[in-house]
Each structure stands twice: as C-alpha cells, then as structure tokens.
C-alpha cells in the first residue's frame, strides 16, 4: 500500500570527529522516503528552494518515491542544516538552520494523496502536522514524529495533535521532555495516556523501545563498528517502520514489532556513510539479510 | 558445579532522588553470589571488620553460599560505600569510600576452594586479582571485572591480567577509557585483542554487548518502569551469567548467550530494591518467568 510523508527536505553541512561534508541531501522526509522506498511506494510531500537540483529529484523518483508533491518556492532558498558530532557521535550541536522555503510551508495535498491509509508526520510543526492530517481523510494509520523545539514552544498545538494520532515516534530526550519523567519506561506510557495508541522511543545507538497499552519492548540497535554519520537515522528509522506497515498493509502488533526491527536495520545502514550513500549501494535483500542476522542474534 | 568468587562485601549508604538507606548490605560479591546462588553453589572469599554481623553471613549461608572464606579482621571495620545516584539513575556520585578491612585483603583461598572450576574475580585490584587467579589451579572458566580506578592507577598489571583470563566484564565508559575507543563494538573487540576471550560490555539502562572472536551482540535491558537502586546491578548480571554458566558446567556460545540472558534478567531484579531486598523476595522460578517474557519480548 502507498504511505505518504509530509516533512523537511534540506540541503545538509555535516561535520564529524573524522570528516565532513557540505552540501548532502538531508532532511527527515528524504531519510524517510528513500529508508520506506526498500518496503512500498512512497508518496513525498515536502517544499525546496530554486537551489534544488533535478538530479535529486530524479534520485528519488528512481526510487518509487513519487515527487508530484514537492513543491519548489520561487524565489526561495532551500532549508539548510549544519550540525557537528561530537567525539561520542551520540551528541551534536546544531551549528546552523536556515529554514528558508521551509519557513513557509504550507502543505497543500495533491488529491490522490489524501486517499492514502499510511500517513507519516515527519518532525514539523505541529499546526502544521494537524493540517495535513485534517487532508488526509483516508489515513487509517497516523503517525508523527516531532521534537525539542515544539516540546518548548508549541505545547499546546502538540498536545491537540498528540489526541488525533495513532502512534507517535520521539527520542529519549524528548520523551523526558514531555513527560518529565527520567525513567524511559514510564515516560514511554504517559505519552501514550496523552493519546496516541502506541508510541516508539529511538533511543539512537541503544535502539528503541515500543508502548502500546498491552506492550512494552525495547529492541537493541544493530551493533555497528562503522558509524560514519548518525544524520538521519532516527528519520530512516521511521521509514524503515512505516514502510514495512504500508507494505504488510496493517498495524497488528506482531507487524508492529517486525516494523520496529525494520526501522532498527534500516537506520544501521544509514549511520554506516554520509547522508543517503550507503542506503543508496542496498537492495531489499541486504536488508532482509541483515534481519536474519539480526533474530539470531536476539534467540538464545 | 561450585562457582567461586573473590571481592568485596561492604556495607552501603545510598541515595535516590527519592529515598536513601544507610548500612545496608552491598559489595560486589554480596550481589554477585546472592545472584549466582539461584543456580549453582557458590563459594565466597572476602573480608569484613569486626561490625559486621552474624546475620549477613547467616544471610548468605541460607542461599547456598559457603562462607568459608569470609574473613573477619580483628580490629577492623567493614568495607563502607556511599554514594548518590543522579535524576536519570543512570549516572552517581561517590561521595565517601572507606575502604577499611578491604585495604588489607590479601586472600588466601581453603584448599577445597582452589579446585572450582568457574571463577569470578570482582572488581578490586588487578595485583590481588592475580594473587587470587595463582591460587586457583583447578579453575578452567577465569572471569573478571574491574574499573576505571585500576585502569587509570593500575594499567600494566590490568593488562598483565587480561593474559591470564578468558573473560572480562566492565561497563560502557570502562570499556572507553581502556581502549581509548568510543565506538563501544570497536572497544568490545579492542578489549578482547588484549586477551580474553570474550568481552562483555554492560551499559546499565540500556543492556549489555558481546564480543567473542566470531561473535558481536547486544541484549537490551529488560524495561522496568521500577527502578528503586541501581547499586549492585552489574555485580547482580555477572553473578547470574557465572551461575548459570556453572549450574551448566560449560561456556559454550550458547550457553554464554543464555547466561548473557539471566545476567539481565538478576540484575533487573536487584534494581527493584535497595540492597539485596527485592532478590530476597524471589525464587528460581521468577526469575524463569521472567525470562519466558524477555525471550517472547525479542521474537518477532
């Protein structure tokens, strides 16, 4: 089944404790599309500058990503992020944003799109998020991500939205954030008690841990010795998951749990090179064979 | 088969955010044969002061633990720790340390000892560590742990030990300062180059990695919303993998996976009470339970 994604596509200036990189592809919906492209159809709607080149476009329309809703704003600049690993690759600082055309994105849906049952809320705002889900009248499945910065400044909105969703994906500092609570476990269920049905805590290189109101599970990540750039995991992440869903074509519990092994593969491929060069060398099959890796390690 | 352990028994004085003991019952192997004696028997080498009191070795002495070894220092006080965990539980403060009685172990291990098979050398000093590893000549399983303070104080003799061994256990940041590698899958194998055979790597919250020539994996944590005191929880993991392992009388890859597995599983019971309270309260079969769901937790 087609998913769709709403979110950022940027231009990314990437420095890391051993090398560096200007000008990559980034963003969460690009991350998201190319990571759920492996699983299903993709359907992208996002907003870039005149500064985009057609080749990108082309990289993703290669990809079964279908770009009839990225929209490019005249006069306008692409969103641009640099950010800086530190030595633990687990933390960075952003260094710069430049929100440019994303500043004034205001998601219009093709029609077709609005029919689609998968639905992803890439890290945006939430008044945003809500428009697109007030278009989306054929979702049957609605997840968000979100982040700090609406954590702080946009509460409200994010709680509203939090009430119309099925599940919402966040990272461990943010779920804190939200609840105030320290232990992951508890903070994973009252986001869940603020409405979504089920809930997924990326805790980067630890994995993830999942809270629906009968489950709570935590999957390691794949353990890696070459993390090159962590940019974009949590996003792949995301993709890795929703893809699997749209292509299994329902949420059961037990899909949902092999979606978030998808998600867990998915994001150990993108960390392995700068922006989407590595997902970019896999087929389905590297994947599947990194899951079979992947089960043994965890049966005993 | 007897499992022999050889460290400290101390009396803690803890802090949460929450609550906070004073005296209570703590050391690295107080926790690691309170964990180990749900499988195998164990025997105990350590020293206390004259304070310490009949009713910790009767403690003990009811679970199996062969106390033989437990020496009382005349004119000595007990081992004494106390320290002050952080909001997130994770991270802690040692706020005192008097290492009284334990300043002076130079073990020498009943003759009937000397001939286990499966040894446990706890955290202490490399030098005594050594003393103790000379002693057991029948010891066919030689595993040990250590920390940042020999690492930083102690390193050649550290080193000296990690020829003799066939496994070490430390913690996350340990495992960075040894090998000056942040990566924790480079500094797991980085470790094992040095001599063991295998590593493992414990991250508190977030589980435990294995390194052995031809394996690398991870377990995660089991998710308890009911962490009450973290102290003792990596003694409480390598006293159930050791027990396990002894109670099976061999350290094949799959039986050190399971044993991985049960090392999780005591020490997500220890956190659940101060002290060695919530292993108390348990049998076997909890803990067996208990791993039923962790295992149906990582099958998808």
Partial sequence: MPLLVVGSVA?????????????????SASYFSYAASYFTPVRLVSVVGEDWPQE????????????????????AKTFRWTGKYLDNMN?????????????????VLPENFTRCQFLFL????????????????????????????YINNMRDE???????????????????????????????HKVREMGPRFVVIKKGEHGAMFFSKHETYVMPAYPTENVVDPTGAGDSFG???????????????KTLKKAMAYGTLAASFTVEAFSLDRLREIE???IDRRMEEYQRMLSF
């Fill in 11 to 27: 231009f990314d200036n990437v420095q890391t404790p051993t090398a560096a990189r200007e000008n990559v592809l980034g963003g």
């Fill in 122 to 149: 890439a890290n945006g705002s939430p008044v945003i998020q809500m428009k697109v889900l007030e278009q989306c009248t054929g979702a049957t499945l609605r997840v968000a991500d979100t982040m700090d910065l």
């Fill in 56 to 75: 990108y476009t082309d990289l993703l329309a290669s990809r079964n990503i279908d770009t009839a809703g990225l929209q490019v704003l005249p006069g």
């Fill in 284 to 286: 389905r099959e590297d």
């Fill in 158 to 188: 994010l709680l509203a939205l939090l009430k119309r969703i099925d599940g919402l994906v966040l990272n461990d500092s943010e779920a804190k954030l939200l609840t105030g609570e320290e232990n992951l476990v508890r903070a994973g």
């Fill in 239 to 253: 993709g890795g998951m929703m893809g699997y869903l749209a292509e299994q074509g329902d949420f059961e519990p």
């Fill in 91 to 107: 933390d960075r600082e952003t260094l710069d944003v430049q929100l440019n055309a994303f500043e004034q994105f205001d998601p």
